[in-house]
């Protein structure tokens, strides 16, 4: 039988973070066809050897096919390049040839974009009839922008609720701040919110733990905890899901009001 070839497109090599061109442990792993858990020891011990690594690569989380939540780091173009210096064999220089030209496909795409924004603005435009009719646009846009600031005055009364907030918080805690913003919802119906959403599990071992989907999005973090033999695990809102959690709930807020 021929031997599978392995895509870029098919792996997604490399993808666009906070505006940052990255890729990760777990696609290394599988591209370079190498077990995971020595790529992790690889990167630790880069970052032990050398702090100005540290830079270079971000902690990270991901969850498993059974709901599991493992470590994976994500990386910059030249943490991946100091990592794959190690890497040999028939077909490493090959795959190293492909991620490079990943990661030049994304930061050009950056690129691109970030000009996009620049050029896309009025006094930018240099032919007179254009530049005119993007001011148009420009005013629109404005009117649209303060009918939607006032639209949307309770999500702004809420997330100064949430502004203290440094930390995850439980599902619980979440549901007390909702209803202090005007909207009454308790910590089961919050929890029932959650799993109709699909960002819960609804069934099965790992209920109400995150779904792929939330845990992708940043919304959920999992703490695990041991008691002699027995393990446990909590889902907890992060900040970053507060926010989340925050931009449904108001939208009903501001509906009942």
């Known amino acids: 039988m021929a031997e599978r070839q392995i895509t870029m497109n098919e792996l997604n090599l490399v993808e666009v973070i906070n505006n940052e061109a990255l890729t990760d442990t777990i696609k290394i792993a599988k591209y370079f066809e190498k077990n ?30 059974r709901g599991r939540e493992y470590r994976k780091v994500l990386m910059n173009r030249d943490g991946f390049t100091l990592l794959a210096m190690g890497f040999t064999g ?7 040839l492909k991620y490079i030209e990943a990661f030049n496909n994304m930061e050009d795409y950056i690129k691109n974009q970030k000009a996009l924004q620049v050029t896309n603005d009025s006094y930018m435009i240099q032919d007179p009839v254009q530049r005119a009719k993007r ?13 939607q600031v006032q639209i949307q005055a309770p999500k702004v009364e809420f997330a100064e609720q949430l ?26 119906s919050l929890f029932t919110e959650l799993r109709n959403s699909g960002l819960l599990i609804s069934a099965g071992r790992d209920y109400n733990l995150p779904t792929q989907r939330a845990m992708n999005m940043g919304v959920f973090e999992v703490k695990t905890s041991v008691f002699g033999d027995k393990i446990t695990h909590q889902t907890l809102v992060t ?18 009001a």
């Open 36 to 65: 995971h858990q020595h790529v992790l020891e690889v990167v630790d011990k880069l970052t032990v050897e050398n702090s100005t690594v540290k830079n270079m690569f971000t902690e990270s989380t991901y969850i498993s096919d």
């Open 135 to 147: 001011w148009i646009e420009e005013q629109q846009e404005k009117q649209e922008l303060e009918q």
């Open 239 to 256: 900040v970053k899901g507060q926010q989340y959690l925050l931009s449904r709930i108001a939208k009903i807020v501001n509906e009942v």
């Open 163 to 188: 502004e203290a907030t440094e930390d995850s918080i439980t599902i619980g805690t979440m549901a007390k701040l909702i209803t202090q913003s005007g909207y009454k919802m308790g910590r089961n």
């Open 90 to 96: 028939n077909k490493a220089l090959d795959f190293k």
